[in-house]
């Protein structure tokens, strides 16, 4: 297991889980006992009226390992985490619900992801959930990312895995649910590094949820009306304070466009160059996902780059390249390029993607993810948000034109192999209507 010379704590926040908490404990026995042999079980009841806190009583002092925090009354998810997390003695944190939202054995395959990072967080592979509730769950990770630009998929799901050292240089503040995004954001935010694993979801078996309700709701949305100043303060991914138009574009850029499954296909390690990188999202997001990949972003916009510098929190593994002219690197292993190509005529593509091929060392990877003129319904209503973005300033071509250049993906598929490249065409999966493409060519070796 790695990790395993730190031991592992796994937290359990309890609040009336009578039907629950002794499957938990015994799930969480018997998977962690599989794993190492240094660990413990903290239950946290917060202000339980249900006898479930005599249940873990009883079930410590058959198991020394097992230890319960007691509180007289109801204060909150927040809290009760908190408490925990000061408690816990091992080098790794695990909070997990007590109702069991998913299979312990999950850590077999997060528990390594810490060897590259420093918080991981799972992400539901299945949701199906009362549809209100499935509405407020997606409004809210989309208000996260948008605000924090936080690179994480399902930012409240009960799978948090981390190094203590997180904790020792965070304070974390929040009463109730809103302490998933607070620790998360303030993780990233100090220069620890995220990773994501996908979980499978299970419906609890007993009882109902306590934070899907209306007042839970509010209390989140208080809690972070409150942080906000800190947590988007700049260097802290807060582009509020770049003005209106770039704070509109960052948020509509992480909404719209596919960066997860774009740094998927990226090499988990090497030298990255990001072409046309504007404000330098998916650059970061490269960077935040693997720390042994070395990433440069570059776009002729000098003061988007500016922006990126100032708004992005710093990676050491992430730099933007200054130079006005395209970058003289060479022998990369992958080269991004991410709604560009539609911007530049169709002559002005082949130059373009010529200069990309040389820097790529051989067998590298070439990544242009664009807009695809197919369906048609869908490229007409992206081609009017792209034109109206143009008019408005939002985004500007290498020119100053305001014409718009798409492509249908043949196209580019041709061109690539044309220049010698094994070429991919992938169309990643959106619920937005927007007919991404992604052509992938492979440099002959």
């Known amino acids: 297991?790695?990790?395993?010379?730190?031991?592992?704590?796994?937290?359990?926040?309890?609040?009336?889980?009578?039907?629950?908490?002794?499957?938990?404990?015994?799930?969480?026995?018997?998977?962690?006992?599989?794993?190492?042999?240094?660990?413990?079980?903290i239950v946290v009841d917060d202000g339980s009226t249900d006898g479930g806190a005599e249940i873990v009583e009883a079930l410590s002092r058959k198991e020394p390992r097992v230890r319960l925090i007691r509180r007289s009354r109801n204060e909150g998810l927040g809290k009760t985490l908190r408490e925990g997390f000061s408690a816990a003695r091992l080098g790794v944190m695990l909070y997990c619900d007590s109702d069991l939202p998913y299979d312990l054995s999950i850590l077999k395959d997060a528990l390594p992801l810490l060897a590259r990072a420093d918080v991981v967080a799972g992400y539901r592979l299945n949701r199906r959930e009362a549809f209100l509730r499935l509405v407020y769950s997606k409004v809210y990770n989309f208000l996260i990312k948008a605000l924090f630009g936080l690179p994480v998929r399902d930012v409240n799901f009960s799978f948090k895995l981390l190094k203590r050292r997180v904790l020792d240089g965070i304070e974390l503040e929040s009463r109730g649910s809103f302490i998933d995004a607070e620790l998360l954001v303030k993780a990233r935010n100090a220069g620890w590094r995220l990773a994501e694993v996908g979980v499978v979801y299970a419906h609890r078996k007993h009882g109902l949820s306590k934070l899907s309700s209306l007042a839970t709701i509010i209390e989140m949305l208080g809690e972070l009306r409150r942080q906000?100043?800190?947590?988007?303060?700049?260097?802290?991914?807060?582009?509020?304070s770049a003005g209106f138009r770039d704070f509109l574009h960052t948020v509509l850029r992480r909404a719209s466009c596919p960066f997860d499954y774009l740094e998927n296909l990226v090499p988990r390690r090497g030298r990255v160059l990001d072409v046309g990188c504007g404000h330098g999202l998916f650059a970061h997001r490269m960077a935040a996902g693997s720390p042994e990949r070395q990433v440069a972003g570059w776009d002729p916009d000098a003061r988007k780059l500016a922006l990126a510098r100032r708004h992005l929190p710093a990676l050491p593994n992430l730099r933007f390249l200054p130079e006005p002219a395209f970058p003289v690197l060479t022998q990369i292993d992958a080269v991004t390029v991410v709604d560009v190509l539609q911007y530049l005529p169709a002559a002005?593509?082949?130059?373009?993607?010529?200069?990309?091929?040389?820097?790529?060392?051989?067998?590298?990877?070439?990544?242009?993810?664009?807009?695809?003129?197919?369906?048609?319904?869908?490229?007409?209503?992206?081609?009017?948000?792209?034109?109206l973005?143009?008019?408005?300033?939002?985004?500007?071509?290498?020119?100053?034109?305001?014409?718009?250049?798409?492509?249908?993906?043949?196209?580019?598929?041709?061109?690539?192999?044309?220049?010698?490249?094994?070429?991919?065409?992938?169309?990643?999966?959106?619920?937005?209507?927007?007919?991404?493409?992604?052509?992938a060519g492979t440099k002959a070796g």
């Open 1 to 41: 297991m790695a990790n395993n010379a730190a031991g592992l704590s796994l937290v359990y926040p309890m609040y009336n889980e009578r039907e629950n908490i002794a499957e938990a404990v015994a799930h969480g026995k018997a998977v962690l006992s599989s794993l190492t042999g240094d660990w413990e079980i």
């Open 228 to 240: 906000y100043p800190e947590l988007a303060r700049p260097g802290g991914a807060g582009w509020r």
């Open 348 to 387: 002005e593509k082949d130059s373009f993607v010529r200069r990309c091929r040389d820097r790529l060392a051989p067998g590298g990877l070439l990544l242009i993810k664009e807009i695809d003129t197919r369906p048609m319904w869908k490229y007409a209503w992206t081609r009017l948000q792209e034109s």
């Open 389 to 439: 973005a143009l008019a408005l300033g939002l985004t500007r071509t290498p020119s100053g034109s305001k014409r718009l250049y798409f492509e249908p993906a043949q196209r580019h598929l041709e061109r690539l192999a044309s220049l010698g490249f094994a070429v991919r065409v992938l169309t990643p999966r959106t619920r937005l209507p927007y007919p991404h493409v992604i052509i």
